[in-house]
């Protein structure tokens, strides 16, 4: 299974975070996970959604610790996906006032999962 997880903004991410561990649970059952900032996505009438994404490869992660260094890892494990190639794609976008506020991505998380159900 390919999932995708689009949270609010993935270098924020802690080690500990419940994004994460959906991640890591989900890559230990060896399913490719991807995870996306949501300002990482693209959509142009002329083409299909899609995201620059931050791949992590399916296995037994040893520890939370590698899966984080996994996803926090350099540039080029960075690739854009097709949203219509994912099986599953979760929002996780948190909908606090971060600092410094980013009201922008609260609206950007909202439009989205319009065009991702659309």
Do not use: C
């Amino acid at each position: 299974m390919k999932l995708g997880i689009v949270v609010s903004d993935v270098t924020s991410l802690k080690h500990n975070d419940g994004s994460l561990m959906i991640g890591l649970a989900a890559a230990r059952r060896q399913h490719d996970v991807s995870l996306m900032s949501v300002g990482d996505f693209e959509f142009e009438e002329w083409k299909d959604l899609r995201f620059l994404a931050r791949f992590t490869a399916p296995g037994a992660y040893p520890s939370t610790a590698a899966f984080y260094a996994e996803v926090m890892g350099s540039w080029p494990n960075r690739q854009w996906v097709e949203a219509a190639a994912l099986d599953v794609l979760l929002l996780r976008s948190d909908a606090y006032e971060p600092d410094p506020p980013t009201h922008w991505s609260h609206m950007a998380a909202v439009r989205l999962g319009k065009l991702a159900a659309g």
